[in-house]
């Protein structure tokens, strides 16, 4: 996962800084509106996972680009028809996803890892399942936080004095960057409880 975490940096350092205002924007839109783009996130989440299962799964070259297209499209159209069915997935793949990356950095490896993130995906997708509209506006916080940090983390490469104090501070503590994450995360989730109780939208 961290070797994921670093492609991902790797992948914002070489585009332009630009491309930060719209991963700004996106992030800004889940983590606000998130309740109500519900169905748009897990298709589009799907789509990109189909996408990187796919790229990873050829070798590099130039037909990588179409395979991973193909896998996206193939995945998020087959995510379309069955999306409360899928957000139950996607929320129990981001729990075992986060329980993963804390044990990675305890240090724990071998059947006990598998074991351990399977168990969580298994219990994740169940809860998810029971508590369809709360595991949504998780998603939604987390999918929309990360992405929000993706784009100042662009924005920010710009700087490189700034973004290597901040690398510097953050390579110490494997925890410094999902602390980035998970707090406007939480601040977003309890923004969207409060507008889904207060306009008893049903998502």
Not at 66 to 75: D, H, P, S, T
Request: charged share 10%.
């Amino acid at each position: 996962m961290s070797e994921t975490a670093n492609d991902w940096l790797i992948f914002l350092r070489n585009a332009d800084h630009l491309v930060g205002f719209p991963l700004l924007v996106g992030g800004v839109a889940l983590m606000v509106f998130g309740y109500r783009m519900w169905r748009f996130c897990v298709i589009i989440s799907f789509g990109l996972i189909g996408a990187s299962v796919m790229a990873s799964s050829v070798d590099a070259g130039s037909s990588r680009t179409m395979y991973a297209i193909l896998g996206g499209i193939i995945l998020a159209g087959a995510t379309y028809k069955f999306a409360k069915y899928a957000v139950a997935i996607l929320g129990g793949m981001v729990i075992a996803c986060m329980v993963g990356y804390v044990l990675e950095n305890a240090g724990v490896r071998g059947s006990a890892f598998v074991f351990s993130v399977l168990s969580t995906l298994l219990v994740g997708t169940a809860y998810a399942f029971i508590h369809r509209q709360l595991v949504i506006v998780f998603v939604t916080s987390v999918l929309g936080a990360f992405l929000l940090v993706s784009g100042l983390a662009a924005i920010v490469m710009a700087w490189p004095g700034l973004f290597g104090a901040l690398a510097s501070l953050g390579s110490g503590n494997n925890f410094i960057g999902p602390f980035f994450i998970i707090v406007p995360a939480v601040v977003s989730c309890f923004y969207q409880v409060g507008e889904v109780n207060r306009t008893n939208t049903d998502v």
